[in-house]
């Protein structure tokens, strides 16, 4: 049974609950320690944990109140609209694969779905995936990231102000707080959570800010070693653009905790939209040269695998071949030894961006841009082997086919375009300004469209 069918064969049983029941609501969990926020999974939007909550049971940090009253609705058949992204999907018909149909297949077990089909509403669960964030800290300020997720963000803004000439992603930042990790009670909550949750948790994923640059990445991955948890597969979100000394000692503790079965597994997940200059354009802090040699390190002294986090926004949609010649290039250079094991070591993931409008790949006009869209997809079937390890393969092409029809399909009103393309100008320009960079000769095929946008 291919990946697709498998998935296909869960929607029946979760059925049994609700048509529109998604188990990543329950077991599936993104936490910023510092700003005390959560969501499930990770595409709603996050909202505040009390720390009345917290106080009380830690596991508050994922089992919040307003969580609880999602779950109850998804039991009685409502669509949270938190989980736009995946009615959206599902809106274009029942053969396409949402997010939630995918995520239902891979986390149900029998037990996970009889508790949650006999057990209370309101029941507190351990999720079986965390994902969390300790603070901000971050060498990079990724033109779509948020200030609450970059302190290099944080203290541009600190410095020239919020983005005011625009509508959407102005990133004021008098309106949160982001708590020192060292002083921080939703830190301290977590620390208080772990020796409970850590029981049954399959995967705990560390995101940030750059984690190799928080303590309690280092701490975590300390304890792992002397409190080993040989069910636990542990994964990290690195930009991987921090110094080589990080990434030698990142090698070394992954190294170890995999090669003493201290943890189940280890991977690496890494973000780039596409390749060259335009990739250094949209992750400002990025370095290509010292991101080739960390990712080359790694892949010659692990045997791990990395997953590129590949957010299909409107910069990517006139370049985005070059990454995917890159990834063919890796998986060439990089395989599982002995060669017979049948996944990849280079993997990607291409979700497509939501927000901020400026950035959002539906606002170009259709007629000049859909042909780099279907040339994309071209260029992955004709390279798509589900027998090589050197090839796309068919989830790959079929999750990249979702993002062409989403956008074949969406048409935002005149006022909701005029208002994008407003921005896109607006917010280029006076990202060029404090940052020093060329829009137009960084991306000569969206030029024309930049300028038309100053018209809007
Ligand atoms: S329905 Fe979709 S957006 Fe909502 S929790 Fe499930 S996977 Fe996430």
Same mark, same amino acid.
């Given at each position: 049974?291919?990946?697709?069918? +498998?998935?296909?064969?869960?929607?029946?049983?979760?059925?049994?609950?609700?048509?529109?029941?998604?188990?990543?609501?329950?077991?599936?969990? #993104?936490?910023?320690?510092?700003?005390?926020?959560?969501?499930?999974?990770?595409?709603?939007?996050?909202?505040?944990?009390?720390?009345?909550?917290?106080?009380?049971?830690?596991?508050?940090?994922?089992?919040?109140?307003?969580?609880?009253?999602?779950?109850?609705?998804?039991?009685?058949?409502?669509?949270?609209?938190?989980?736009?992204?995946?009615?959206?999907?599902?809106?274009?018909?029942?053969?396409?694969?949402?997010? !939630?149909?995918?995520?239902?297949?891979?986390?149900?077990?029998?037990?996970?779905?009889?508790?949650?089909?006999?057990?209370?509403?309101?029941?507190?669960?351990?999720?079986?995936?965390?994902?969390?964030?300790?603070?901000?800290?971050?060498?990079? /300020?990724?033109?779509?990231?948020?200030?609450?997720?970059?302190?290099?963000?944080?203290?541009?803004?600190?410095?020239?102000?919020?983005?005011?000439?625009?509508?959407?992603? !102005?990133?004021?930042?008098?309106?949160?707080?982001?708590?020192?990790?060292?002083?921080?009670?939703?830190?301290?909550?977590?620390?208080?959570?772990?020796?409970?949750?850590? /029981?049954?948790?399959?995967?705990?994923?560390?995101?940030?800010?750059?984690?190799?640059?928080?303590?309690?990445?280092?701490?975590?991955?300390?304890?792992?070693?002397?409190?080993?948890?040989?069910?636990?597969?542990?994964?990290?979100?690195?930009?991987?653009?921090?110094?080589?000394?990080?990434?030698? !000692? %990142?090698?070394?503790?992954?190294?170890?905790?995999?090669?003493? /079965?201290?943890?189940?597994?280890? /991977?690496?997940?890494?973000?780039?939209?596409?390749?060259?200059?335009?990739?250094?354009?949209?992750?400002?802090? %990025?370095?290509?040269?010292?991101?080739?040699?960390?990712?080359?390190?790694?892949?010659?002294?692990?045997?791990?695998?990395?997953?590129?986090?590949?957010?299909?926004?409107?910069? #990517?949609? #006139?370049?985005?071949?070059?990454? %995917?010649?890159?990834?063919?290039?890796?998986?060439?250079?990089?395989?599982? +030894?002995?060669?017979?094991?049948?996944?990849?070591?280079?993997?990607?993931?291409?979700?497509?961006?939501?927000?901020?409008?400026?950035?959002?790949?539906?606002?170009?006009?259709? *007629?000049?841009?859909?042909?780099?869209?279907?040339?994309?997809?071209?260029?992955?079937?004709?390279?798509?082997?589900?027998?090589?390890?050197?090839?796309?393969?068919?989830?790959?092409? *079929?999750?990249?086919?979702?993002?062409?029809?989403?956008?074949?399909?969406?048409?935002?009103?005149?006022?909701?375009?005029?208002?994008?393309?407003?921005?896109?100008?607006?917010?280029? #320009?006076?990202?060029?300004? !404090?940052?020093?960079?060329?829009?137009?000769?960084?991306?000569?095929?969206?030029?024309?469209?930049?300028?038309?946008?100053?018209? *809007?």
């Amino acid at each position: 049974m291919n990946n697709v069918d +498998k998935i296909k064969k869960f929607i029946p049983i979760m059925n049994e609950i609700s048509p529109t029941f998604c188990m990543a609501k329950w077991h599936h969990t #993104t936490i910023y320690l510092q700003t005390g926020e959560t969501h499930s999974c990770y595409h709603p939007r996050p909202h505040k944990i009390p720390l009345n909550e917290i106080e009380i049971d830690p596991s508050a940090l994922h089992n919040t109140s307003q969580k609880k009253h999602e779950r109850l609705e998804m039991l009685n058949g409502g669509k949270p609209s938190g989980c736009q992204y995946c009615w959206n999907i599902e809106d274009l018909g029942e053969d396409y694969v949402s997010d !939630r149909k995918e995520r239902n297949a891979a986390i149900h077990t029998p037990e996970r779905f009889e508790q949650i089909k006999t057990g209370p509403w309101d029941q507190n669960i351990n999720p079986e995936y965390i994902e969390i964030s300790f603070g901000n800290e971050c060498n990079f /300020k990724c033109g779509y990231c948020h200030p609450k997720h970059s302190s290099s963000y944080h203290k541009e803004i600190k410095d020239f102000g919020p983005y005011t000439t625009v509508k959407n992603h !102005r990133n004021d930042i008098d309106w949160f707080k982001v708590y020192e990790e060292d002083t921080n009670p939703y830190v301290e909550a977590w620390w208080r959570w772990w020796p409970e949750v850590s /029981k049954t948790l399959n995967i705990l994923r560390i995101t940030g800010g750059e984690p190799l640059l928080q303590k309690s990445t280092w701490r975590l991955l300390e304890d792992l070693d002397k409190n080993p948890l040989p069910n636990l597969e542990l994964n990290i979100n690195s930009n991987f653009g921090v110094k080589p000394l990080l990434i030698d !000692r %990142l090698i070394f503790r992954a190294n170890r905790l995999v090669a003493d /079965k201290k943890i189940k597994d280890f /991977k690496i997940f890494t973000s780039m939209d596409t390749w060259g200059k335009p990739a250094e354009y949209i992750r400002t802090g %990025l370095d290509l040269e010292l991101w080739e040699r960390n990712f080359h390190q790694y892949m010659k002294d692990t045997g791990l695998p990395l997953t590129f986090m590949i957010t299909f926004n409107i910069l #990517t949609v #006139t370049n985005f071949q070059r990454l %995917l010649e890159k990834i063919l290039e890796w998986r060439k250079m990089y395989q599982f +030894k002995p060669r017979d094991e049948l996944y990849h070591r280079v993997r990607f993931d291409t979700p497509y961006l939501k927000e901020p409008l400026q950035y959002d790949m539906n606002i170009l006009p259709k *007629e000049d841009f859909m042909p780099y869209m279907y040339s994309h997809l071209e260029f992955i079937k004709e390279n798509t082997d589900d027998s090589r390890l050197d090839k796309f393969s068919n989830l790959e092409y *079929e999750k990249f086919r979702r993002v062409v029809d989403y956008m074949e399909t969406t048409v935002y009103s005149n006022e909701k375009l005029k208002e994008g393309r407003k921005d896109f100008y607006n917010w280029f #320009t006076e990202y060029d300004h !404090r940052r020093g960079t060329n829009f137009n000769l960084t991306f000569p095929g969206l030029a024309r469209f930049y300028r038309t946008c100053n018209h *809007e």
